[in-house]
């Protein structure tokens, strides 16, 4: 057996040489003897991904030699997935250079991973690399861009239209998307019968909005309607949709003097009287509503108010009998009278005074809050010892019961040394003084002004607040507390107020202090014969600024006094400068009209009258004793034993000459207007010819021409529309197709004759 040995050492040796070749890290074979050249493989990075019909990724390819390995390496890739390509297919390596293969996916290959074999070859050497290699479905392609378009809007989405009216400007726009830039024609369709667009058709730039205002016509289509604004550009085409309501015009509640707080006489939501149907064929005295006394105080009316659960009409008014009434405006019937006196009182005698005169009950027109259900008055009396009272009372509009603390005596004093005063105060004589001037109704404050009898005996000028809930006195002015005179007349006009709760008012003749403080104020606070602006801040009055002609003292003295008429505040105007100003149109005694402005009245000046925002010198030949109207720019006055006439606005300052004035003539006191129209179409001015102990005459004329005159109440034959005397300081109340005069007997009712 011993001389075998070396046969079993070779095949021993044969079989370690064979044992040596093993696969080495990163999946690439290793040599296996290591005294022989040989090679290894790499591929770098082990990890790749592709998605379809994206860029390739590529990989590096690298034959590493060993023991001095320098023959080309013949590369192969196996194991590809589907819809995977190799470029290059295979390659051919130089040892220790490196080369790229880039794989791609297109877009058939499925998502999943595989593993890649790449084999490299040379000679009888061969040795392999593994590539980890994921795949991605190809996402779907990007949409096409968009064709450029538009988009179209209105704003707002609704509006309400009432018959007769403008509604507030459309605002239509068209906006592009993806780069559209074409003009856009917009037509408007759908508009109910009589409501007209202005412009009717309209050319958008895009991105640029255009205004479109629609009107409705007295006697439009009611009810709800959808306007279609189709904007069209080539083939494009668009529309946007606005909701459409057009209502019948709401008749207005006349709740206080003039219409409203600011005195302006305008009822503009008259839709039954126009100028083609008040002529006398037409229009004339339809009804008359009995009273036991002249009816100074101007009458008021709430419409549908609930009467025993039935919607009415009701006309309330005022007599110097000390009466209150309601009446159901369309039947005439009555629907209560109470008598505002106390118990074995009488009226007030005329004190003296040929004012008011027989008697003096109620004089100043009430107001009225519909939503607390209440009327406000003020009565004068006289109890059987002689003893006068002036008097709040609060009625039930339903019924014309006294509500809860009413009524309450009115009386008050102020410190001063002035006319009637007693140790440093001046007290408040109920038997001194008349409510003349309407009522004012303001924040939940009731405000009240005092004039004298004639200019009799020891008076000044009085303000008083009283809170509507309790009817307790809150605030207390006087006007010329150390001074004398400066009554509140007005021509029964109302203290006017403005939305910030400021008052404004026409001081009678009276005391004006020589001295003035550092701010320009009457050094004893004694403002007669002014144009009063008064503060209601903290629930308290205070003057806050005024205006005093240059000659008030000589006017006070001779009795030509700014007093005699009321105040007027006008609606915003710019001026010629782009300024917003607030304006007050007043008028008295001394001829002038005079314009301030409420931002800034002006004070006093001793020089002239430059002070005043406008002065119209001589512009009421006789005098006003009376107050002004305003319609559609233009302010219209008639002073005493003078013409009606009219005096537009421009760039906020009166024409300094009337544009048109009435033929007829207005004696004292003249004549306060009124003026009923439609929105701003089918303006009526009605005026009164209204002297104690003549007959009166009712008047309408056109707003634009005052000499063309659409009817009087003279003109019908046998006498068919008069009704009696005149009333001094009344003005007649347009509503709901009627016409109601206040006369010494009761209240005259106009309307169209059926």
Not at 236 to 265: E, I, K, M
Not at 597 to 606: E, Q
Not at 630 to 636: D, E, I, L, M, Q
Not at 653 to 682: D, E
Request: charged share 10%.
């Amino acid at each position: 057996m011993r001389r075998h040995w070396p046969l079993i050492s070779l095949l021993a040796t044969s079989l370690l040489t064979a044992a040596a070749t093993v696969v080495g890290c990163g999946g690439t074979d290793m040599p296996s003897d290591p005294a022989t050249p040989d090679f290894t493989l790499g591929v770098s990075p082990a990890m790749a991904s592709v998605t379809g019909g994206a860029a390739g990724q590529s990989v590096s390819v690298t034959a590493n030699a060993v023991n001095g390995f320098a023959a080309p390496v013949a590369v192969a890739l196996s194991g590809l997935p589907a819809g995977v390509t190799a470029k290059p297919a295979t390659l051919t390596l130089s040892a220790g250079v490196t080369q790229k293969i880039v794989l791609t996916a297109d877009a058939t290959v499925a998502s999943g991973s595989a593993t890649v074999t790449l084999t490299g070859t040379s000679g009888m050497l061969s040795h392999s690399a593994a590539l980890s290699l994921t795949t991605t479905v190809a996402p779907p392609p990007p949409p096409p861009p968009p064709p450029p378009d538009f988009s179209l809007t209105v704003t707002p989405k609704s509006q309400t239209l009432v018959e007769g009216t403008t509604g507030t400007a459309l605002s239509v726009q068209a906006t592009a998307t993806n780069g559209f830039a074409s003009p856009v024609t917009v037509n408007i369709s759908g508009l109910p019968a009589g409501v007209t667009a202005k412009p009717a058709s309209l050319t958008l730039t895009p991105g640029a909005a255009q205004s479109v205002t629609l009107t409705a016509s007295t006697g439009a289509a009611t009810g709800a309607a959808t306007v279609t604004f189709t904007g069209t550009s080539g083939a494009l085409s668009h529309t946007a949709t606005l909701a459409l309501n057009v209502q019948t015009p709401p008749v207005p509640d006349v709740t206080t003097y003039h219409f409203d707080n600011a005195r302006d006489g305008l009822n503009a939501q008259e839709t039954v009287l126009t100028p083609a149907n008040v002529t006398s064929a037409a229009f004339g005295k339809i009804g008359f509503f009995p009273a036991d006394g002249k009816v100074d105080a101007q009458p008021l009316y709430v419409a549908g108010f609930d009467v025993n659960g039935t919607a009415t009409n009701v006309l309330y008014m005022a007599t110097e009998h000390g009466s209150m009434y309601a009446f159901d405006a369309d039947t005439g019937a009555q629907i209560w009278t109470v008598s505002l006196l106390g118990s074995g009182e009488t009226t007030s005698d005329a004190r003296g005074c040929g004012q008011i005169t027989p008697e003096i009950g109620i004089t100043a027109t009430p107001v009225i809050d519909r939503a607390k259900g209440v009327i406000f008055a003020v009565a004068m009396s006289k109890d059987a010892g002689g003893g006068y009272h002036q008097r709040l009372h609060a009625l039930s509009l339903t019924s014309g019961a006294e509500q809860p603390g009413s009524p309450v005596e009115i009386a008050g004093s102020y410190p001063g040394t002035g006319a009637g005063s007693s140790g440093g105060n001046v007290p408040f004589d109920p038997a001194q003084y008349a409510e003349r001037a309407g009522l004012l109704l303001l924040n939940g404050t009731i405000y009240l002004a005092w004039t004298s009898h004639c200019d009799i005996g020891a008076y000044t000028g009085w303000v008083m607040a009283y809170s509507e809930s309790t009817l307790q006195q809150t605030a207390i002015l006087n006007v010329t507390p150390n001074g004398s005179d400066g009554a509140i007349w007005m021509a029964g006009n109302g203290l006017a107020a403005d939305a910030n709760g400021n008052i404004f008012f026409l001081d009678a003749n009276g005391t004006l202090d020589a001295n003035f403080d550092s701010n320009g104020f009457p050094a004893r606070q004694d403002y007669g014969n002014a144009i009063v602006k008064l503060s209601t801040a903290g629930g308290k009055l205070a003057v806050a600024d005024y205006f005093e002609p240059f000659e008030s003292v000589y006017e006070s003295a001779h009795d030509i006094d700014v007093g005699s008429g009321g105040a007027m505040l006008l609606p915003d105007l710019t001026d010629a400068n782009g300024t917003v100003r607030h304006l007050l149109v007043g008028a008295g005694k001394d001829t002038n009209i005079y314009v301030t402005d409420r931002d800034n009245m002006g004070k006093f000046n001793a020089v002239d009258n430059s002070h005043a925002y406008q002065e119209l010198p001589g512009a009421l030949a006789n005098g006003a004793w009376s107050s002004p109207a305003y319609f559609n720019g233009t302010v219209y006055y008639a002073g005493q034993f003078d013409t009606l006439k009219a005096f537009p606005i421009t760039q906020a300052k009166l024409a300094t000459t009337p544009s048109s004035q009435s033929t007829a003539i207005f004696r004292y006191p003249g004549s306060t207007p009124s003026v009923s129209a439609n929105g701003t179409q089918n303006g009526i001015v009605w005026a009164l010819e209204s002297s104690l102990g003549l007959p009166g005459v009712l008047h309408a004329y056109d707003p634009v021409d005052l000499t063309k005159e659409f009817y009087n109440s003279n003109q019908a034959a046998g006498g068919r529309d008069q009704f009696g005397n005149g009333n001094k300081f009344i003005t007649p109340v347009i509503v709901d197709g009627k016409v109601f005069v206040g006369t010494e007997t009761g209240v005259a009712e106009f309307g169209l004759l059926h």
